[in-house]
């Protein structure tokens, strides 16, 4: 009998208006360099989205703003288990030029079509087209 554990990630799409267009930040994953989103396990002391917020600043530089919305979850399996992920929105109030994945990872601006595009896990597409209606202020 294979041992089977269930993980807790979260994760942010952080997104800024640029000229009256949501744009969304993709960060590449370490070992295949695909387009992700920020995310990590959720430390025990900080809330899912205090959590994300601290993995959005270390892999991809940027500092969020406190308010959120939680856009959906997925789930992914991985060889020792089930990995369950939160992803809540994330308005990137600044962008470091210093941060401590930047020599590990690109991050990249792209429009919430493009954005979708990218990510290949189709449930963070569906969740990224629908960030300008749930983040409508």
Same mark, same amino acid.
């Given at each position: /009998? $294979?041992?089977?554990?269930?993980?807790?990630?979260? +994760?942010? @799409?952080?997104?800024?208006?640029?000229?009256? #267009?949501?744009?969304?930040?993709?960060?590449?994953? /370490? $070992?295949?360099?695909?387009?992700?989103?920020?995310? +990590?396990? @959720?430390?025990?002391?900080?809330?899912?989205? #205090?959590?994300?917020?601290?993995?959005?600043?270390?892999?991809?530089?940027?500092?969020?703003?406190?308010?959120?919305?939680?856009?959906?979850?997925?789930?992914?399996?991985?060889?020792?288990?089930?990995?369950?992920?939160?992803?809540?929105?994330?308005?990137?109030?600044?962008v470091l030029d210093d941060y401590p994945d930047k020599e590990l990872r690109k991050r990249k601006w792209f429009s919430v079509k493009d954005a979708a595009d990218n990510i290949?896990?189709?449930?963070?597409?569906?969740?990224?087209?629908?960030?300008?209606?749930?983040?409508?202020?």
């Amino acid at each position: /009998m $294979k041992l089977e554990f269930n993980f807790h990630q979260s +994760g942010v @799409i952080p997104y800024r208006r640029k000229n009256g #267009e949501l744009q969304v930040l993709l960060i590449t994953s /370490m $070992k295949r360099k695909k387009w992700i989103l920020p995310k +990590g396990y @959720i430390e025990f002391n900080l809330s899912p989205f #205090e959590s994300a917020k601290k993995e959005a600043y270390e892999e991809a530089g940027v500092i969020g703003a406190n308010e959120t919305v939680e856009v959906g979850s997925f789930r992914i399996k991985r060889s020792i288990g089930v990995c369950d992920i939160k992803v809540y929105s994330m308005e990137v109030i600044e962008v470091l030029d210093d941060y401590p994945d930047k020599e590990l990872r690109k991050r990249k601006w792209f429009s919430v079509k493009d954005a979708a595009d990218n990510i290949s896990i189709p449930e963070v597409s569906g969740m990224i087209l629908s960030l300008n209606e749930k983040v409508r202020k």
